[in-house]
C-alpha cells in the first residue's frame, strides 16, 4: 500500500489568521508512532506558526503551543480533529 492523501486543506479564519489541515493514511507507522497516520495540523497567525499538531518521525505524536512542545495521545483522527480545534478555539479566546 502507498500512502493515501485523506485530507489537504486550507480553511482562512480572518485576515491573517488560517488553519492547514493534511493527513495521510499510511502503511506503516511513523518512526515513533502507534498508528497508521501522518498529519500535520497549524494555526498560523500573521504568518507565524502558533498552534501546531503533528507526528515527525522520530518525535512521534505532540503538539507545540508557540514555541513549547508537548507530547499528545492520539486516539483516532476524530479526536485528534476534536482537540486540534478545541485548542485553536482557546488560543482565538486568549
Known amino acids: ?3 493515501e492523501l485523506l485530507v489537504r486543506q486550507r ?4 485576515d491573517g489568521m488560517f ?12 518512526r515513533g508512532s502507534a498508528h497508521g497516520f501522518k ?12 498552534l501546531r499538531y ?3 518521525a522520530g ?3 505532540h503538539k507545540h503551543l508557540g514555541t513549547v512542545e508537548l507530547p499528545y495521545r ?3 483522527l476524530d479526536e485528534l480533529v476534536d482537540d486540534f480545534w478545541r ?6 479566546a486568549s
Open 1 to 3: 500500500m502507498k500512502a
Open 39 to 50: 498529519y500535520r495540523l497549524a494555526l498560523v497567525v500573521e504568518g507565524e506558526c502558533v
Open 74 to 76: 492520539f486516539r483516532d
Open 87 to 92: 485548542d485553536v478555539q482557546g488560543w482565538r
Open 19 to 30: 488553519v492547514e489541515t493534511v493527513i495521510w493514511r499510511v502503511p506503516e507507522p511513523v
Open 59 to 61: 518525535k512521534g505524536d
Open 54 to 56: 503533528d507526528n515527525e
Open 11 to 14: 480553511t482562512r479564519l480572518a
